[in-house]
C-alpha cells in the first residue's frame, strides 16, 4: 500500500475476476465487489453480467483504451472524496492487457490507499496447462498484425531459455505460429483454447506442426505458450489435444 494514505478511506482495489468460469470468483473478491462504491470497468455490458451474478447493482465508470486522461483524473477525483472503488477488467487482472495501470499509477501519486485481490489469470493458467519450465518467462501480449511485425518482436527471444506467453486471435493462429517457426524451428509450443470454459482445449506441439481444424477449431479465445530454447529436452511432441470441461 502506498505510504501518506488518505485518512479519508479513499481506496482503489484492482480485483481480478474470472476469465470464464465464474466459480473461480473468490471470496475475497466477492467482499470487495460488493462492497466498492463504485466499479471501474473496461465494458460495462461483460461488468454487468458479473454484477447480475453478484445479485448487486453498482455505478461503473469505463476505462479502456479510448479512455482519456481527463476521465482517469475524475475517477481519481470521486475517489478522493472518500470513496472504494474497484478496478476490473473483463476477464483475469486488471493492469496486464488494459490500461488500468495508468489509473493504479495516478492513485499512488495522489496518495491514494491501493491494494489488490488475486485471482484468474489467462498467463498464468496457461502456462500450468503447458507443462513446460517457467521460472522465466515474458509475457507479449498481442503482437503487431503484420508479419514483420511479428517477427521483429519475436526475434530478441530466438535463443532466450523464457518461456514466451501471447494472446492471438483465432484468425491469425496459423499465420502467426509460421513466423514462428522460421524465427523458432523444432520449438515445442501449447496452443490454449476457451480457458476455463466449457470447451477448454489444450493441443501441444512442435514447430512448425500445427494442428488441423478438425483438431483444434479456430474460434474462441487463445493464449500461446512458447517453451524456452533448452539444451536437451527428453522427448519430442508431434501434437496431442485434450479437452476439459468445467
Request: glycine fraction near 10%; include cysteine; aromatic fraction near 6%.
Amino acid at each position: 500500500m502506498a505510504e501518506g494514505n488518505k485518512p479519508n478511506g479513499s481506496r482503489l482495489i484492482s480485483v481480478a475476476t474470472p476469465i470464464g468460469n465464474l466459480g473461480d470468483l473468490s471470496p475475497r473478491a466477492v467482499e470487495v465487489l460488493t462492497g466498492a462504491d463504485f466499479w471501474i470497468v473496461e465494458d460495462s455490458r461483460v461488468s454487468g453480467r458479473l454484477a447480475a451474478h453478484l445479485g448487486v447493482k453498482k455505478p461503473m465508470s469505463i476505462l479502456n483504451d479510448h479512455t482519456g486522461p481527463g476521465a482517469i483524473e475524475k475517477y481519481l477525483d470521486q475517489i478522493e472524496e472518500g470513496k472504494t472503488a474497484a478496478l476490473l477488467t473483463d476477464g483475469g487482472a486488471p493492469s496486464i492487457s488494459d490500461p488500468g495501470a495508468l489509473l493504479v499509477d495516478g492513485a499512488y501519486e495522489r496518495g491514494v490507499e491501493v491494494d489488490a485481490v488475486p485471482g484468474p489469470s489467462a498467463v498464468i493458467d496457461a502456462l500450468m496447462l503447458s507443462g513446460f519450465f517457467a521460472q522465466r518467462f515474458a509475457f507479449l501480449g498481442f503482437l503487431g498484425r503484420k508479419s514483420g511485425d511479428i517477427r521483429k518482436e519475436l526475434l530478441p527471444f530466438e535463443e532466450s531459455p523464457m518461456t514466451l506467453v501471447l494472446f492471438e486471435s483465432p484468425h491469425r493462429i496459423d499465420a502467426f505460429l509460421q513466423v514462428a517457426a522460421e524465427i523458432m524451428p523444432e520449438r515445442r509450443y501449447a496452443l490454449c483454447r476457451e480457458l476455463t470454459k466449457l470447451h477448454q482445449q489444450v493441443w501441444r506441439g512442435t514447430l512448425p506442426n500445427l494442428p488441423k481444424v478438425e483438431e483444434m477449431a479456430r474460434r474462441g479465445e487463445f493464449t500461446i505458450v512458447l517453451e524456452g530454447k533448452r539444451r536437451a529436452r527428453t522427448g519430442k511432441l508431434t501434437g496431442t489435444q485434450g479437452l476439459r470441461t468445467r
